[in-house]
């Protein structure tokens, strides 16, 4: 079975650091692929935030570039999004995904299909 679990939101002050965990399993990594984080607040439309591709490359969405990355540990199977410098408008339930790359780029918009998680919290105050 394919599934794909989140972990490590949680609650936390404006400036502060949090790590998200995604654990993939039943996913092959034979063919070109794009994984990402992606996350919504209430009311808004899901919105991409970073992707990592099968050959490292990776993207950011403007507003967090420089303060999130985005890595994988292929050989574990686990996707991590490293999160400092938080602010209130990162708020959010934060989900990652994984879909074919038909041998293009990752750009970060919300794919047609793919494996989706659960999603995990993340709540910045201020």
């Known amino acids: 079975q394919v599934q794909l679990v989140e972990s490590g939101g949680g609650s936390v002050q404006a400036g502060g650091s949090l790590r998200l965990s995604c654990a993939a399993s039943?996913?092959?990594?034979?063919?070109?692929?794009?994984m990402g984080w992606f996350r919504q607040a209430p009311g808004k439309e899901r919105e991409g935030i970073a992707t990592i591709q099968d050959d490292g490359i990776t993207n950011y969405a403007d507003s967090v570039n420089g303060r999130f990355t985005i890595a994988q540990n292929n050989a574990k199977n686990t996707l991590y999004l490293i999160m400092d410098s938080l602010k209130p408008e990162d708020t959010a339930m934060y989900y990652c995904?994984?879909?074919?790359?038909?041998?293009?780029?990752?750009?970060?918009?919300?794919?047609?299909?793919?494996?989706w998680g659960q999603g995990t919290q993340v709540t910045v105050s201020s």
């Open positions: 039943g996913l092959t990594s034979s063919n070109m692929y794009c």
């Open positions: 995904a994984k879909w074919p790359r038909a041998g293009g780029y990752c750009a970060v918009y919300v794919p047609d299909f793919g494996y």
